[in-house]
């Protein structure tokens, strides 16, 4: 089984303020995809990461997938109370066909 | 278009006794997962199907634990007998990518074994 750690576990901040979040393993994954649950829902994917060193940009939101694709970062810009929620790193298993989810970066954002 | 729909959204029950969730997956989706989550345990897959047939188990815990997918449109988790250790929110979750693709989950289903 293919773990993922991240990290921080949680993470309290002002609104206005920068923040990075982390998602890393021992192993490579072909993908890694990141979601964002809110309290009493499921989970939302916000993107999906397939190329070592890419980088995509989602309004303030800006996700980089390590060069050997073991490991990822979330960074949010400027971070608003809209932005609070358990983010979820989950990475493709290529043996397993299917995907292992890290245990979540929880994020309050203060007005 | 509706999401994945699942019910009940609470159940609080006593122990021992049997607990069935259910899961409508999105239309025209062959993939479906059931999920649990726990603060300790973060988010687990306890098994999934492709085109209504159990494809892996390995994530259910034990025997008490049981899921079924009679058509493309059902599906569900019992548990019989429960216990208090099976408290969770358990999420279903449909693709049409396979386990790899986007999933889209229900609301989940919080369960309380007293």
């Known amino acids: 089984t293919q773990l993922l750690e991240q990290s921080p576990q949680f993470l309290s901040i002002q609104e206005g303020e920068n923040l990075t979040v982390y998602c890393n393993s021992s192993s490579v994954f072909s993908s890694l995809q990141w979601y964002r649950q809110e309290p009493g829902e499921g989970p939302v994917l916000l993107v999906t990461v397939v190329t070592g060193g890419e980088v995509k940009k989602l309004k303030r939101l800006t996700f980089q997938f390590g060069d050997a694709r073991k490991d990822s970062s979330l960074h949010i810009t400027a971070a608003q109370p809209g932005d609070t929620g358990l983010y979820l790193c989950?990475?493709?298993?290529?043996?397993?066909?299917?995907?292992?989810f890290g245990d979540g970066t929880t994020l309050t954002v203060k007005p | 278009d509706a999401g994945v729909i699942q019910s009940p959204r609470h159940e609080v029950t006593e122990m021992g006794q049997e607990v069935t969730l259910r899961c409508k997956p999105i239309?025209?989706?062959?993939?479906l997962f059931w999920y649990r989550q726990t603060m300790m345990r973060g988010l687990e897959l306890l098994i999934y199907?492709?085109?209504?047939?159990?494809?892996?188990d390995s994530g259910m815990p034990e025997d008490r634990f049981s899921a079924k997918m009679p058509n493309a449109s059902f599906s569900t988790l019992k548990i019989q007998p429960s216990e208090p250790r099976d408290s969770a929110v358990y999420f279903c979750?449909?693709?049409?990518?396979?386990?790899?693709?986007?999933?889209?989950f229900g609301e989940g289903s919080r369960l309380t074994v007293l």
């Open positions: 989950a990475g493709e298993d290529t043996n397993a066909g299917k995907s292992t």
């Open positions: 239309s025209g989706h062959d993939y």
């Open positions: 979750a449909s693709s049409s990518d396979g386990g790899t693709g986007e999933l889209f």
């Open positions: 199907f492709n085109n209504n047939v159990p494809i892996d």
